[in-house]
């Protein structure tokens, strides 16, 4: 306990004293981890909108304008009895028209000019959790889009697919990104520090001669990384928080509205702790690496 409470007073005290070269470590850190921290607030962010339009999954059955009544009911028939569906609703070409008209207010001047109802009608279908997982629901697209009198399937559940796997994509690229930078960060507080160990050469050597601990030795040079390592990672969430309360004061309601209705947050708790642990994590790393040339 006595090596550590040492060690945090010399590391606090080292930081004073070369605060113009420490600056440029907690900048290196502030910048990795602000980099993390926006890939873990958008990716998070991105993760639970995906999981809402999932758990809201469903697929519309188009008709042709020439479909018969007993077709449509033969369709209606199928869904009802797959075993895959939560509900379904019959939408006309009238009403189909109607929902253009009142989700897209800037294009309702043009729809009064269509001669002819352009749009078709439609059975919307929500689909059954389970039937997800377990293959009923593409099966029953597949064979709704091979009876008569149906136009076309569209199926939520393969462009969400896709969405999911160009965030995979975007995740793994950040990563490498956060990584580089985290290498970065790290050898730049191991020159810092390495700095400081050499400007108390003299003293460490006379530690050694009395025969000091090596934690009492090493333990400052390592107390400083992580206080850098925390320093920086606290500016960075101060500067996404601030950044994230002017974009929410700018676009916050053209956000909610492309996201329909969900808002775009800042990061959890947990994941700002993570942030800051990552932070005084890479700045003792690199306090570690320089503290070896120490004793």
């Known amino acids: 306990m006595r090596a550590f409470d040492y060690a945090?007073?010399?590391?606090?005290?080292?930081?004073?004293?070369?605060?113009?070269?420490?600056?440029?470590?907690?900048v290196a850190i502030a910048l990795a981890m602000m980099v993390?921290?926006?890939?873990l607030?958008?990716?998070?962010?991105?993760?639970?909108?995906?999981?809402?339009?999932?758990?809201?999954?469903?697929?519309?059955?188009?008709?042709?304008?020439?479909?018969?009544?007993?077709?449509?009911?033969?369709?209606?028939?199928?869904?009802?009895?797959?075993?895959?569906?939560?509900?379904?609703?019959?939408?006309?070409?009238a009403d189909a028209l109607q929902r253009f008209r009142q989700e897209f207010i800037e294009l309702a001047a043009l729809a009064t000019s269509f001669e002819d109802n352009p749009?078709?009608?439609?059975?919307?279908?929500?689909?059954r959790p389970d039937a997800e997982t377990d293959g009923r629901a593409d099966e029953l697209v597949k064979r709704l889009a091979s009876l008569p009198g149906v136009a076309d399937v569209r199926y939520d559940r393969q462009w969400l697919e896709r969405l999911?796997?160009?965030?995979?994509?975007?995740r793994a690229a950040g990563l490498v990104l956060v990584?580089?930078?985290?290498?970065?960060?790290?050898?730049t507080?191991?020159?810092?520090?390495?700095?400081?160990?050499?400007?108390?050469?003299?003293?460490i050597e006379i530690m050694e001669l009395v025969g000091s601990p090596l934690a009492f030795i090493r333990g400052p040079f390592v107390a400083e990384g992580v206080l850098q390592g925390g320093i920086g990672a606290v500016l960075a969430l101060v500067v996404l928080g601030a950044a994230y309360a002017?974009?929410?004061?700018?676009?916050?309601?053209?956000?909610?509205?492309?996201?329909?209705?969900?808002?775009?947050?800042?990061?959890?708790?947990?994941?700002?702790?993570?942030?800051?642990v990552g932070g005084m994590a890479v700045g003792g790393a690199g306090g570690f690496v320089a503290s070896r040339h120490a004793g």
């Open 8 to 26: 945090l007073r010399q590391g606090w005290a080292s930081l004073w004293r070369s605060r113009g070269s420490t600056a440029f470590a907690v």
């Open 36 to 39: 993390l921290g926006t890939l």
């Open 41 to 93: 607030m958008v990716t998070w962010n991105a993760e639970r909108v995906l999981d809402r339009w999932t758990s809201a999954a469903e697929f519309s059955v188009y008709l042709r304008d020439d479909a018969t009544s007993e077709q449509r009911g033969t369709i209606e028939s199928l869904i009802d009895d797959s075993g895959a569906a939560a509900g379904r609703e019959y939408v006309s070409k």
């Open 119 to 127: 749009f078709p009608a439609s059975v919307e279908v929500r689909i």
């Open 164 to 170: 999911g796997n160009g965030l995979e994509t975007v």
């Open 179 to 187: 990584g580089l930078m985290v290498i970065a960060a790290a050898v």
């Open 189 to 203: 507080v191991a020159t810092v520090v390495r700095l400081g160990l050499y400007a108390r050469r003299a003293e």
């Open 246 to 276: 002017a974009v929410q004061g700018l676009w916050g309601a053209d956000i909610r509205g492309l996201l329909d209705g969900g808002g775009f947050e800042f990061l959890p708790a947990r994941m700002g702790t993570l942030v800051v």
